[in-house]
């Protein structure tokens, strides 16, 4: 049993899984890089960009996006509810968690709901 | 006169050792405070905001020898908003704007330093697996087609310059990327960022075999442009 135990303990903290991160410490890192330090969408690489990036912090805009929504472009990209591919996805850096995490922290730039402001 | 072969082997064995041995004594005695020398890879977002520089530990996967001599004798800022980039950064009246007064300029080293420090980074290689898995084949692609795939279809431009005043800039400049870099490392981190560096503010684009091919023949044609010459 003990043995077992061990065994156990051993294989889980083999896994490559990372520590979740808070969502503003992801946001820091992956999403001011183009939506801008203040979440206004006024970011470092934008100048030359086709499409501009979203700003966070537009509550008419955002309300218009379900927390649904919102997961699947973190997670898969703009492609993948019809909007630019310059919105990578990020699937492969964030956890399902660190990404729904994410979405009620996008609530919190906006200060908005689905649906309504 | 096989005993002058064999002495001779021997000195000539022993400068390559000291050479070598050289190069990491300035590795560990003038980069080490801002580039990761032995490994792992940051794997929290604490470490990663504290690098400094571009992890130097598996230097011989990821270099092209001949930059590398050359860049340590006269380096540039390739990254032009710094290592970590949010650290140098600052509002600006239309947008974030890159804050100069806080990115240092690299040291440069004498030619005989470079040297034995580009023969010590081509020995690291941890992560000959990831390369082997890739192979770039003979083919070109024309410069427009390239920029295409690169700017329209991958969106790579919104973090990286394809010329010295195009893109973005929160990843390191393109345009000097072929001359910089191995083709198979360019490839493998095309195809995962997060195989080579779990917390890196690339994403995953799940860029296809076809595509991935595209875009190192192009990175290559670009750094042999003239005005990219650096």
Known sequence: MGNKLIFLALFVLSLPAMARESAKDNYRTYCVQCHGMAGNGKGVNIRDMSVQPRDHTDAKAMSTRSDDTLFKVIKEGGLSIDKSVLMPPWGDTLSDDEIRDMAQYLRTLCKCKYGGS | ?230
């Open chain 2, 1 to 230: 006169m096989n005993k002058l072969l064999i002495a001779l082997s021997l000195t000539c064995g022993l400068a390559q050792a000291s050479w070598a041995d050289g190069g990491m004594d300035i590795l560990k005695s003038q980069c080490s405070s801002c580039h990761n020398l032995t490994g792992p890879a940051p794997q929290t977002l604490k470490e990663i905001w504290a690098r400094k520089g571009p992890d130097l530990f598996y230097a011989g996967n990821r270099y092209r020898k001949e930059w590398l001599i050359q860049w340590l004798q006269n380096p540039t800022q390739i990254r032009p908003a710094g290592e970590f980039y949010e650290d140098h950064i600052k509002p600006g009246p239309k947008r974030d704007v890159v804050d100069p007064s806080t990115l240092k300029p690299h040291v440069a080293l004498s030619k005989a330093d470079a040297e034995a420090v580009a023969d010590t980074l081509m020995t690291l290689k941890p992560k000959s697996d990831l390369i082997a898995k890739e192979k770039i084949d003979d083919g070109t692609v024309s410069l427009s087609m390239g920029e295409m795939a690169f700017d329209k279809f991958l969106g790579c431009m919104a973090c990286h310059r394809i010329e010295p005043d195009y893109g973005g800039l929160s990843g390191p400049e393109l345009y000097t990327a072929g001359k910089r870099l191995q083709p198979e490392y360019m490839a493998s981190y095309i195809r995962s960022p997060q195989a080579w560096d779990p917390k890196i503010w690339m994403p995953n684009k799940h860029v296809s075999d076809g595509n991935i091919q595209k875009l190192v023949h192009y990175l290559e044609a670009l750094s042999k442009e003239k005005e990219n010459g650096k």
